[in-house]
């Protein structure tokens, strides 16, 4: 068996992994905290991008950078506080429609203002240079990325675990009424959550984008749905779950589309059996397994609901 | 308090959706525009030569102008069918470019003895085959003469049979996949079809790169780049090459494993025909990657999506299309003037002035749908189809007529040519006719 023919396989898993992870990471707070699946985070992603490629056409990236991450922050609390916060008090389901409103929203603007075309996005200079990793070419985007998610997510947990407002932040999320009458600050956390969460979103879209230059509306809605998937497969609410959720869906989406391929170069068979087809396929059935298995999640917390 | 949430929230959700309703009806609108402007002049001209008209349409605005026109009976409509939106969003508008600057220099037609306004309505297909036949029912209910497109041939394949229903001819302007004229009286076609197209390249591939293997990819359920897939392998295979077919599925945007599985495969030429929006992902991925080999495609890469996507990398890209710059003078010059003219325009063929070979055709389709018209001497879309079968026309793409079996143009050539990375350009390469 050659391992060289699985390492390119396995560097993009990684790379796309990364991505879903910082999409996931969006989802699954927002989740912990208002027990609220966020449609529109993967549109958020989306919006970045577009931000993204119309900044830099006018200005130089020192700038153009800084400015998305700030204007895709400002859009997800904009969002948290034109769209949910007037519904906190409505039944969950009130809210989930809402965040399903707001998603299309999004596309539609998104549709209007480019016209449904395909926008290229900017080279980054240094980040998209091809490099030669053990015999693969690749973008040196690509060993960004996991080093950077784990940076971040180590950092997310930093603040969750050892500040006065991670401490209310994981109060808000174990008891909402209780957190309240505790004296925090609700509506700020709230907000938090969705500032952190689209900082991420803005983060990976930079790095996907990278990756994969074209935006178009839709372009969040696959890489939305995977990162929710790895989200719900690490277990809804916890974060490393989440990360290692999407490495997993990452790796092994880019493992199957390569099967074929690496089995016919290894001499294993001579024959075709078309499992790249399949690779979408794979990661939902991937998701159905897991929840029939352990409903919770990976990482999920065992949670009895007391009378 | 709580009451009044409750309306705030009712009356938020209302906008919400009305704003999503403007802004879906906002790319209509987008697209719409020129044909706006157009049957307003159409409106005009209709109101100075016809005397009823003038005193009904000039109490009216532009739109009610429009209506009056077209129940006194001198309007003829042309159904456009292209996908503005979408995978194939960028053809769609450049074919109907053509269409709108083929309106735009005869707007009228010479009908039985008296001269009609030729009035263009616009439906988008959105490039998907679930949203194709809501949009040709749309045409078929303002009461078109003749439909033209559409650009992408799942969407025709699926459109096909609610114009037959409804008994209204349709041209297809570059849909190449053979199931669009097949076994139906009221479809036909001005462009080749792909299994000549498939076997051009495969022939190509065989000649210029000496080529042994070859990686197809194309988009699962996509009957293009599937079709044209299975005719190049079949004319490659005949050749005595051997082909690793792959397909990938709707919403992908991650290529490189693909790519990696190309390189694995030692494929001499990559042959990816499938929409500008995955191409352009594919190019970029394929150059980051190093591939050194060639990647080839049919008519859908013949598009400024493609060469902005290859500028300034190591890559070369063939493609076999319909028409090449520099065919005809007075055309290129023509459309060139009418694109810089018009910012939509301008816009709408990706911010140049770049002529794609759809506009060509777009072109070429509306003189075509003209002479039929001219030839039934009426606007009952029976009486066109039947004069279709009769038609000829000499285009800007060469001449055009109809075999007597499945309404396809009886074509033997078509233009290869490659993407210059320097310029972001296309550099003409060969004229490749049937073996």
């Known amino acids: ?307 | 308090m709580k009451r009044n949430l409750k309306k705030y929230l009712s009356l938020g959700l209302a906008a919400v959706m009305a704003a999503s309703l403007i802004t879906g009806c906002g790319v209509a609108t987008a697209n719409g525009d020129t044909s706006a402007t157009a049957a307003t002049s159409s409106a005009s001209t209709a109101a100075s030569s016809d005397a009823t008209a003038t005193s009904t349409a000039a109490s009216g605005d532009a739109a009610a102008a429009t209506s009056t026109a077209a129940t006194s009976g001198d309007t003829v409509k042309i159904g456009v069918y292209e996908p503005a939106s979408g995978d194939n969003g960028a053809g769609g508008k450049q074919e109907m470019l053509g269409m709108q600057y083929a309106n735009s220099k005869t707007p009228t037609v010479d009908i039985g003895g008296k001269t009609y306004n030729v009035e263009l309505v616009f439906a988008d297909n959105q490039s998907s085959t679930d949203k194709a036949v809501s949009a040709a029912s749309t045409l078929v209910s303002s009461g078109v003469s003749v439909v033209l497109g559409s650009y992408g041939s799942g969407v025709s394949i699926a459109a096909q049979e609610t114009f037959a229903n409804a008994g209204i001819p349709a041209i297809g302007v570059t849909c190449t996949n053979p199931q669009v004229t097949e076994g139906n009286t009221n479809y036909f076609r001005i462009c080749f079809l792909d299994p000549f197209q498939g076997t051009i390249l495969a022939n190509f591939a065989v000649d210029n790169f000496k080529a042994k293997t070859a990686y197809c990819l194309a988009k699962l359920g996509d009957d293009y780049s599937v079709g044209l897939c299975n005719y190049f392998q079949k004319a490659f295979e005949a050749l005595g090459g051997t082909v690793v077919f792959e397909t990938f599925p709707e919403g992908n945007s991650d290529f490189t494993s693909y790519i990696t599985n190309a390189k694995n495969a030692n494929a001499d030429v990559i042959f990816s025909p499938v929409s500008t929006e995955a191409a352009a992902l594919i190019i970029e991925q394929a150059s980051s990657q190093g591939v050194t080999v060639p990647l080839m495609a049919g008519d859908t890469w013949d598009s400024n999506v493609i060469t902005e996507a290859a500028t300034g990398k190591n890559i070369d890209i063939y493609v076999t299309t319909f028409y090449q710059e520099g065919g005809n003078k007075d055309f290129d010059e023509g459309l060139k003037a009418y694109i810089d003219g018009d910012a939509t325009a301008l816009q709408n063929n990706g911010g140049n002035d770049m002529i794609a070979a759809v506009s060509a055709m777009g072109y070429d389709a509306y003189y075509v749908a003209l002479e039929a018209l001219k030839n039934a001497g009426s606007t009952d879309p029976k009486a066109v189809n039947d004069a279709l079968w009769k038609t000829t026309y000499d285009g800007v793409s060469g001449h055009i007529e109809f075999d007597q079996t499945n309404g396809d143009a009886v074509r033997d050539t078509a233009y290869v040519k490659k993407a210059n990375t320097e310029t972001g350009t296309w550099d003409f390469v060969a004229e490749q006719k049937a073996k």
Request: charged content about 10%; some cysteine.
């Open chain 1, 1 to 307: 068996m050659d391992w060289s023919v699985v390492l390119p396989y396995i560097l993009s898993g990684i790379s796309v992994g990364g991505q879903y992870a910082l999409i996931a990471i969006g989802y699954t707070m927002v989740y912990g905290i208002l027990r609220l699946i966020n449609f529109a985070h993967g549109d958020v992603f989306m919006v970045a991008g577009l931000m993204m490629i119309y900044f830099s056409a006018s200005m130089p990236m020192y700038y153009s950078i800084p400015l998305m991450i700030i204007f895709t922050v400002l859009l997800g609390y904009a969002i948290e506080r034109a769209a949910y916060k007037p519904l906190r008090t409505a039944p969950r389901m009130s809210i989930m429609i809402s965040a399903i409103g707001v998603s299309y929203l999004l596309e539609n603007l998104a549709l209007y203002v480019t016209g449904g075309l395909n926008q290229n996005y900017p080279g980054i200079p240094w980040i998209s240079d091809s490099i030669t990793i053990g015999g693969a070419v690749t973008k040196r985007v690509t060993i960004i990325t996991p080093i950077l998610t784990i940076v971040l997510v180590v950092a997310l947990i930093l603040l969750l675990k050892h500040t006065k407002f991670g401490m209310a932040m994981r109060a808000v999320s174990r008891d909402f009424d209780t957190a309240q009458l505790m004296g925090i600050d609700i509506d700020r956390v709230i907000s938090v959550t969705f500032i952190i969460g689209s900082f991420l979103a803005a983060i990976g879209s930079l790095l996907y984008f990278t990756n994969y230059t074209g935006v178009v509306p839709t372009s969040g809605a696959m890489p939305g749905l995977k990162a929710f998937v790895a989200a719900v497969f690490g277990g809804i609410g916890s974060i490393p779950g989440a990360v290692v959720g999407a490495f997993i869906i990452g790796i092994c989406e880019n493992l199957i589309k390569g099967l074929d391929s690496v089995l016919m170069v290894n001499g294993i068979t001579s024959q075709q059996f078309g499992f790249a087809t399949f690779s979408d396929a794979f990661t939902f059935v991937l998701l159905i397994v897991i929840l029939i298995l352990k409903p919770t999640g990976l990482f999920g917390e065992k949670q009895t609901d007391k009378v």
